[in-house]
């Protein structure tokens, strides 16, 4: 087998689907030559990060700092068990994405810039996973959403834009929290190196300033990850994007935002530990999970539109990683690396479903949907499998990740803990209710208008659907594999100072 | 100057968050991009007021000295970069939708918001 070195592997996530974007602009007259590059950047990047990933479980870290100036000083690039793997994460999706836009996304749309776009926000994505820089973070943040703005504004509709605009206008809100943080956290600890902070943030005398600077922060990401009070413009801008897009955007971008709360959090701040320099930051979490959890859940129920109902579960998802951040246990952390894996699967494959759904029936309202459970038995089994597993049950990825969050919370041994917990066991049911509406309404009702059969659904977006199906399939029934990798993750994460002091 | 500066961001963040919670569009946009100038402000402070020496190390001696700190304005390069190319592309989604919509009021311009909305009616085309 050839061996890459580790420090070209860290940075081939973002480089490929980078100089595949450039590729794809230079192509933009020659469609099928576009879409074409645009799938081998695809594939290759999936195999990049499958390689980083088995370097990083055997040989440990791999850090590059480019330019050659040394970790305090220069910008670096490590990619840790947990970048590893939601980098591949991140790739399988969009694998899926590109196969089910073959049927989706046609020339108009390619013309206007698919290709590139997605590439480019697919460079954002493992460039926000790989940093080891926290100001880098941010500026992967607004590469981020410069392209999601390109791709839901792809047909410039009226719906478009006008939710292209929310989103833009809310999300500039956030990073200029976030921008704001880490103004003041280099003020306060004269570093932006992630690593680096985290040493000089262990033992700190709590201040002002660092309390300030990871509220903003944490106001930020709660922006960009929609959560409670913040996340108004995600139910109006992703069921605006065409389905390709709003599947990439709900599998990955609020993902993003909940992974730099991780590794700022845990990392920098260290808030898991008794020395860390910021209190608060557990009670802070737990009110906005429990908060976004019940509103998103009641809001899903009362969609009729395939759409709105899934970016309302968008959140509701997030909300259980921030659950089990809120723990700050070693089992909390373990639990949110595990969920996060299987919660972007299973979100990008059920909009990706949804599309498929759309297909068959003519549009997105579920009311005038019906009959694909014995007009397309085969995707309908497809799609089964997804509702399932986001509801949680076994034995889908859904049931161990939902599982693990409650079980850490009940492990806690706190009064908090078990409120959670109690919780997220409620929303898991008030979820089954709500995909169990669905499956009713787009498959197991006749339909509402006669001789409307269900329209033929390209293979391609079955088999795409499927891909993603299947992993959660393969994860759920296969946990342990996945199970020890991301307690592995959690453990390099936590700095080791603080780890010393958690059960 | 401390103080000075920190009231500079303090006034400029404060009038941005008051343009920001107009209805207009244009307002909002003008209003963000005040806020993305008063966070360079207040990143700028963050190197302190020390000195104005450029970080240079001067020739026969190895340690840097007594010099202003280049990590903050380099981000602010780097922030004035980013806040101005969102801003522009803001611009031209609210050119965009004042085409499509023919008004800039976010009360007027609610297609996204009833585009499958159980209750709203659908006003798209």
Redesign the interface.
Known sequence: MITVPAGILAVAPVLIPLGGAALTVLARRRQPLQRGIMEVAVVAQLVASVLLLVTVASGGVAVVTLGGWGSPFGISFVADRLGALLCVTASVIAVAVALFARADIRRRRRKAGFDALFLAMLAAVNGAFLTGDI?NLY?WF?LM??CA?GLI?LD???????????Y??MS??G??FM??G???L??EAGT?DMAHLSQVMSGRPPSIALSASAFLLLSGFVLKAGLFPLFFWLP??Y??APISVAAALAGLLTKVAFYACLRVFVLVFGVAGTMSPVNGMAPALAILAAGTMVVAVFAAI????V??LLAFHVMCQVAYLVLALALLSMLGIAAAVFYMVHTMLVQAGLFLGAGAIARANRG??MRRAGGLMSDRPLFAGVFALLAFSISGIPPLSGFWSKFLVIDAAFRHGSTTGAVLAVIAIVVSFLTLYSMSKLWTQAFWKTPVRKGHAAKPIPATMVWSVAILAVSSLAIGLVPDALLSYSREAAVQLVPAAVAESLP | MTVVYALLGAGLFGCGVFMLLSRNMVRMLLGLSLLTTSVNVMIFQTGRFRSQLPPIIPEGSEQLVNSADPVPQALILTAIVIGFALTVILMALALRVHGSHESVVTSEVRSAESLGDPILPEKTT
């Open positions: 100001f500026v607004e959403l410069v703005v504004t410039r509709r009226r719906a478009q834009l006008d939710g292209a605009f929310r833009t206008s500039m809100m990073a200029t921008l704001i880490i103004g003041l280099y003020g932006l109006a801008s069921h605006t009362a969609q009729t539109d759409r709105r997105y309202d």
